[in-house]
C-alpha cells in the first residue's frame, strides 16, 4: 500500500470517527438534528451527513458544535495523534456520559447530592 493511500485511509477513518462523536454528543445532550442543525446554521439533513461522515466538518463547524454543547473541541480529536491512547479516550467517553445522565436528572436535590459525592471522591 503506497503512503498516499495510507494517508487518505487514515483520514477518512479520523472522519467517520468525529462523526461519531458528533452524535455522541448530541444524543448525550438530548440534542435534535434539526436544534443542532440551526444552532450551526445548516439543516438537519447537513447534521446527518456529518455523522454518517459522508460529509466532513470542517474545524469552523466544529468549534461551532464545541461551543454549543459546551465541551472542548478536543474530544472530537482526542486520541489521534497516539492511537495508544485508547484507555484514555474510552475514560473521556465515560465521563461525558456521566455528566449527560446527571445533566438528565430531573431531580435537583438528587442531583446535587450525587454531585458532591462524585466531589469528594475525586478529591480522595
Keep these: ?9 487514515r483520514a477518512e477513518e479520523i472522519n467517520r470517527e468525529i462523526g461519531k462523536r458528533l452524535r455522541m454528543v448530541r444524543i448525550m445532550h ?8 440551526k444552532a ?5 439533513q447537513q447534521i446527518q451527513k456529518y455523522e454518517n461522515s ?4 470542517s474545524a469552523a463547524r466544529l ?4 461551543a454549543f454543547f459546551d ?9 489521534f ?13 465515560k465521563s ?10 430531573p431531580d435537583s436535590k438528587a442531583k446535587a447530592v450525587l454531585m458532591k459525592l462524585i466531589m469528594a471522591l475525586a478529591e480522595e
Design 1 to 9: 500500500m503506497t503512503k498516499v493511500k495510507e494517508t487518505r485511509e
Design 30 to 37: 438530548g440534542i435534535t438534528l434539526a436544534r443542532l442543525g
Design 40 to 44: 450551526l446554521g445548516v439543516s438537519f
Design 54 to 57: 459522508t460529509n466532513r466538518l
Design 63 to 66: 468549534a461551532q458544535a464545541a
Design 71 to 79: 465541551v472542548p473541541v478536543m474530544i472530537f480529536f482526542e486520541g
Design 81 to 93: 495523534a497516539n492511537e495508544g491512547e485508547d484507555q484514555e479516550r474510552a475514560h473521556d467517553t
Design 96 to 105: 461525558l456520559r456521566l455528566a449527560a445522565e446527571l445533566n438528565a436528572m
